[in-house]
């Protein structure tokens, strides 16, 4: 299979400080993967420099130690999120058997789908979303609190919503804009 070839960029950070970035016009908002930030050229362009700047503080976050604990803690509740589904449905198919057959009941087997469920989806919410948080205040501390903000302004303006994305993997941008503007 052949791979993607991305096209290298290096801005100029605090202090002199360089970081390098690849252009990559299939995504919407700025990410890091595989331990590279990855924006998007167009949108990127439109920013101000201590916008983009904020930007990559933020995807920065994303590759120190302690947000990479966070998001294999959220691994792990999701996990327990698929488990929560698969008793769930096992719970649905034998619940189709006991009415048929009125054999067994299953409200244990359905409560413990929906406990692991519950406490899957909460714990990945809770953990995604203090990784965001994290790196927003990585932002925050090298850049101030505007740069970020309005960069987050614009990296949402026009976007489709996407419920992953922009509900469970990120906190909504405006509860975000309000947290950033309490920060000292």
Not at 1 to 16: F, S
Not at 59 to 67: A, F, P, S
Not at 143 to 165: C, D
């Given at each position: ?16 400080l360089k970081q390098e970035y690849f252009l990559d016009s299939s995504i919407y ?156």
């Open positions: 299979m052949k791979e993607n070839v991305y096209e290298r960029k290096v801005i100029t950070l605090k202090n002199g908002i700025p990410l890091t993967r595989d331990g590279k930030i990855f924006v998007n050229e167009k949108r990127f362009n439109k920013l101000k420099l201590n916008e983009q700047r904020a930007i990559i503080y933020h995807e920065r976050g994303h590759l120190k130690k302690t947000n990479i604990l966070f998001l294999e803690l959220s691994n792990y509740f999701f996990i327990l999120l698929l488990i929560g589904i698969i008793f769930m449905i096992e719970a649905l198919f034998l619940l189709i058997i006991y009415i048929l057959s009125k054999c067994f009941p299953l409200m244990i087997i359905f409560f413990l789908g929906i406990s692991f469920f519950l406490v899957g989806f909460l714990g990945v919410l809770t953990f995604r979303w203090m990784s965001e948080i994290m790196c927003d205040f990585n932002a925050v501390k090298n850049m101030g609190k505007s740069s970020i903000i309005n960069a987050l302004k614009k990296a949402y303006e026009n976007k489709k919503f996407e419920l992953w994305r922009d509900l469970v993997a990120h906190p909504p941008h405006k509860l975000r804009i309000s947290i950033i503007k309490e920060l000292d």
